[in-house]
């Protein structure tokens, strides 16, 4: 995770320093830099989930982004398999 969908911009650091957060139960790491993008990883199920919210001059970005990873519901058992 850390080598490949974690920040590269030098925010966040690696995915075990990141802050904590839940997303539909299932612990994750989330990662935000001032202005840039704001990065959410959970693993349940088997998988990799992604969240990010891009580059945003939002002044509530973060708020925005928590109110919507709320909404989510993981489901990995609907997943397509490779």
Do not use: K, N
Request: aromatic share 10%.
């Amino acid at each position: 995770v850390d080598e490949y969908v974690s920040p590269g911009d030098g925010c966040g650091g690696p995915r075990s320093q990141q802050e904590e957060i839940t997303i539909d139960g299932q612990p994750g790491r989330v990662a935000e830099c001032f202005g840039g993008p704001i990065v959410a990883t959970v693993v349940a199920g088997g998988r990799l989930y992604l969240f990010t919210l891009g580059y945003s001059d939002r002044d509530d970005a973060r708020e925005f982004f928590d109110r919507w990873v709320a909404t989510i519901d993981l489901t990995p058992e609907t997943a397509a398999a490779p």
